[in-house]
């Protein structure tokens, strides 16, 4: 679990930074993580950067897969 904490705080952590321009107003993190554990990055990095829009998206990781599967038919 702390593993997989600190990977999630560095992915915020460089969004972030790659996010301080002017024209980033949004940020969108795709995430498979339970909500108690990215709440508390959220709200964290809410505080830190209160001018940009933080949205939170929950895909599963074989989301993609039958997405594609569904196309090839």
Known sequence: MKRLTSILAAALLALAGAAGTPAAERLTVMTSYP????SRFEEAFERRHPEIRLQILWRMPHDRCRRRWATRR
Not at 35 to 38: F, K, P, R, S, W
């Open 35 to 38: 909500e108690a554990v990215v």
